[in-house]
């Protein structure tokens, strides 16, 4: 690992990427890395799509940390069955705990925040990771298009049921984090205001664009409300990761292994999930990230600005550092989830 610059420590193993497994960090050695094996003993985390792709790896290195981590699952069976392998593996110290809640469902939301502050008393590090990709066209129980509402609204309605533990939970030495889980695939498209829900005008690609969009207007809203009380927020693009999320791309997995075999880009840029897991635990518990945000990660570094779509480089577009925009969907999303600024 480099050392000369701590907001980029990996620069050389991203800088010729070789594809699944090469040498870019693990979600694992990133927490090895920054010195932090049971060394946040009596911190409490929370990570919303725990049960599969990088939302495991997540959960398995931030146990690492000896941290508390609760696991939002919508699955008791499958979510068990996670905590229990973690578990038979894990050095970590701390407790792994299950908070079932649906995403699909602003009422199960409520519920399951409400779970967890019965649990628990404290919480220094929301991750909010889980996400739908590419869905045919739906709605949710309460009538929202169903990327938006369960990759932003059920997200934005958990984090301002949680604001005051993390409020509360914020100390000098280590400031409260929310980590919103974006993707590259926001360049496709910036929120639309005048029709959130798509109706008539729906497209899987664009949807999913605008509700990644969304996470990072989000996150560094977060940052201008609740930065200077210790609550900080980025936003992290994982990279391409080849796992359910992608379900609805490929009708089948013989097309999947073929569009991988064709496209040469996409198998250099191809990450395992741990490695794919690794930038959003860098920016849950590195150092350097410390009473920061309103920033976009990605490769375990600052993102820069790239107007074109770009795989192997990746890069943000401007748009998502809109003042007025960010403004703009916070009220559309109080009002949407029916809660006060």
Known sequence: MSLRDPAN????AHADP???GDARPTSIQIVKDEGLVNAMTGNVMFVTGSTSGIGIDTVRALHLTGADIYMQARDMKKAEAVREEILSKSEGKGKLEIVLMDLDSLDSVRAGAGDFLAKAQKLNVLVNNAGVRNTPESRTVDGFETQFAVNHLAHFLLFKLLLP???????ASFNSRVINVTSGAHKGSRIIFENPNLHGIYNPRMAYSQSKTANI???????????ALGVHALSVHPGCISTNLQRFDMRTEKEKEEYL?????LQKVLKSTGQGAATQVWAAIAKVWEGKGGIYLEECRKGHQCEEPDMLNGGYKAFIFDEEAER???DMSCQMVGISE
């Open 328 to 330: 703009k969907l916070w």
């Open 217 to 227: 207007l989000m996150a560094n809203h977060i940052e201008r409300l609740y930065g």
């Open 261 to 265: 075999r064709s496209n040469s880009v």
């Open 18 to 20: 070789q594809g699944y």
């Open 165 to 171: 533990i993390l409020l509360s939970s914020s100390t």
């Open 9 to 12: 420590p990996y620069a050389e």
